[in-house]
């Protein structure tokens, strides 16, 4: 167990409507990701952090944007829900940034509709 | 641009068979190419791992073939039990990249059949 929480597990909402992902570390690393998997496409990274108010785009962060105010916990906010952005995501948290393991947590599934 | 091409897509294997996973990479400044697992609902967790000094590394079951030069990475899982049944992903990073992570795959899905 990595210590990662994703909250929530589960979410419906309607296209426009501002949505919310958290994770929440208890290890105290300093690297978070938010990744996305659909089928057909694997997992995709949205955005990255490398520190406190420190974060960086990913492969897919159109309609996106993140904050972390606090080591323990990154947030994923979709400003206005659209139906292609239907998905589970993933949080990741890294010792060391490049070169080593990432730990997942369970996934938070987002459904648009 | 995908710059990790896994292959197949899915796999159905019988029990005790070997199942073989490939993956081919562009980016020569990969230097850390690791295989995740993947149960339903859960996130993908660190199966095995290899650097590229060497060409292969054994894990029990789990064993990782490495060709530099043809830019190729396996992963063979010998006497397949049910129990592997889930969906595999390779991925590669560089040490001396950015702090952005692994770049995955597309997965496998991978069928063990009593």
């Known amino acids: 167990d990595a210590g990662i929480t994703q909250s929530p597990r589960h979410k419906v909402t309607e296209t426009g409507t501002p949505v919310t992902l958290r994770c929440h570390q208890t290890?105290?690393?300093?690297?978070m990701y938010w990744y996305r998997q659909d089928p057909g496409h694997g997992l995709r990274l949205i955005h990255y952090s490398y520190g406190v108010k420190d974060t960086d785009k990913g492969e897919v962060s159109d309609g996106y944007s993140v904050s972390r105010s606090k080591t323990e916990d990154f947030l994923l906010t979709l400003e206005s829900a659209t139906s292609s952005q239907t998905s589970v995501y993933f949080c990741?948290?890294?010792?060391?940034?490049?070169?080593?393991?990432?730990?997942f947590g369970e996934g938070s599934r987002l459904t648009v509709l | 641009q995908q710059q990790v091409k896994q292959s197949p897509q899915s796999l159905i294997v019988q029990k005790g068979g070997i199942s073989i996973i490939n993956c081919a990479y562009e980016?020569?400044?990969?230097?850390?190419f690791p295989w995740y697992q993947q149960f339903p609902g859960k996130g993908p967790a660190l199966l095995i791992a290899i650097r590229p000094d060497v060409s292969e590394k054994k894990e029990g079951r789990f064993t990782i073939s490495f060709n530099k030069s043809a830019k190729q990475f396996s992963l063979h899982i010998m006497d397949s039990q049910p129990g592997d049944s889930a969906t595999y992903f390779c991925?590669?990073?560089?040490?001396?990249?950015?702090?952005?992570?692994?770049?995955f795959g597309k997965g496998t899905h991978l069928i063990i059949q009593p």
């Open positions: 980016n020569t400044a990969f230097d850390y």
């Open positions: 990741a948290i890294s010792r060391q940034g490049f070169g080593g393991e990432l730990f």
């Open positions: 290890e105290n690393h300093r690297y």
């Open positions: 991925a590669a990073d560089s040490q001396g990249g950015g702090a952005d992570g692994l770049t």
